[in-house]
């Protein structure tokens, strides 16, 4: 086996040394489109530039994208999803499944999860990057596969990573072998585009069990949940959202959002709701930190078993 950094924040400041060689300046070509989807063009047209019908306004990389960014085997978040009656905080008392970090700190984790994809990650990443706060984002396998290097631009960025599967299934309704390879193959993928291999991992829609906690917790991983929904899953509102957000949160918290949809999903509210958010909770006097810092664990684990 090799040898790999181990220690979270040794990596992420490596990732952020290195980010800048290995991102990409322009995502893989993907074949011309007029219009969404691009798949409605038999035949393709011969030469013109992307959106020849409107030469001034060049296609959205997302458009150019919508193909490449595979959609969710469970099915979209917004239909396999219900909020949760009774806030969860603290940990289990196995110390694997974590909802949020010590009460002892004004300090919140913002977490993105599904991405990555060209159209919502780049916004949110922009937003992050503009206020000078560092998340988390689960990665899906299938999607981190189709953008390498938006993957490297997460990390490179000082952004933590965690695994939340290859495909997005739902756990509950696969066996162990299944679960295993979800997360094994996702875990050597993840490796070879960052260099190492995250130490956290998300179920899809939240899905677990004791046995699934147990048997992810074996290799090796720390289970993220949350404390605070801001519901964006469901499209709701800016200030629903945000009301979400100022009751439920407390110092420690983790706040599940979502960076990334597929073709029937729109985050646009997620993306509006992130700088007040930002603000809010500066005003009150939090300070931003990845899940690895709030729960001061390692952001990192040695192999993928
Ligand atoms: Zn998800």
Redesign the pocket.
């Known amino acids: 086996m090799r040898k790999r950094f181990c220690i979270g924040t040794t990596v992420l400041m490596t990732g952020l040394l290195l980010g800048g060689c290995l991102q990409r300046a322009v995502p893989p070509a993907a074949p011309p489109g007029t219009s969404p989807p691009p798949a409605a063009q038999p035949g393709g047209v011969p030469g013109p530039a992307p959106n020849a019908a409107h030469p001034t306004a060049p296609t959205p990389a997302y458009e150019r994208d919508r193909p490449a960014t595979p959609d969710l085997t469970g099915g979209p978040?917004s239909q396999n999803r219900t909020a949760r009656t009774t806030p969860r905080e603290g940990t289990d008392p196995s110390r694997i499944l974590y909802f949020s970090g010590p009460r002892t700190a004004k300090q919140v984790a913002l977490t993105f999860?599904?991405g990555p994809d060209l159209r919502f990650t780049p916004q949110i990443l922009d937003i992050l990057k503009q206020n000078g706060v560092k998340a988390t984002f689960f990665i899906v396998g299938t999607r981190a596969q189709a953008h390498p290097e938006m993957v490297r631009r997460i990390v490179a960025e000082g952004h933590a990573i965690g695994n939340?599967t290859w495909d997005?299934p739902k756990l509950t309704k696969l066996t162990p072998q299944q679960i295993r390879d979800e997360v094994v193959r996702t875990d050597q993928l993840l490796d070879s585009i960052v260099g190492y291999y995250p130490a956290l991992f998300r179920p899809?829609?939240g899905l677990t069990n004791p046995d699934i906690v147990r048997e992810i917790g074996a290799m090796g991983y720390k289970i993220i949940d949350w404390s605070v929904d801001t519901r964006d899953w469901a499209g709701t509102p800016v200030p629903q959202m945000m009301d979400y957000v100022r009751t439920e949160l407390r110092p420690g918290a983790i706040i599940l959002e979502h960076c990334a949809g597929g073709r029937s999903e729109d985050l646009s509210n997620t993306v509006s709701a992130l700088p007040q958010i930002i603000d809010t909770l500066k005003a009150q006097g939090y300070t931003f930190v990845t899940v690895p810092q709030l729960l001061n664990i390692p952001a990192a684990k040695m192999s993928a078993e």
């Open positions: 978040e999860d599904d939340h997005h899809p829609y």
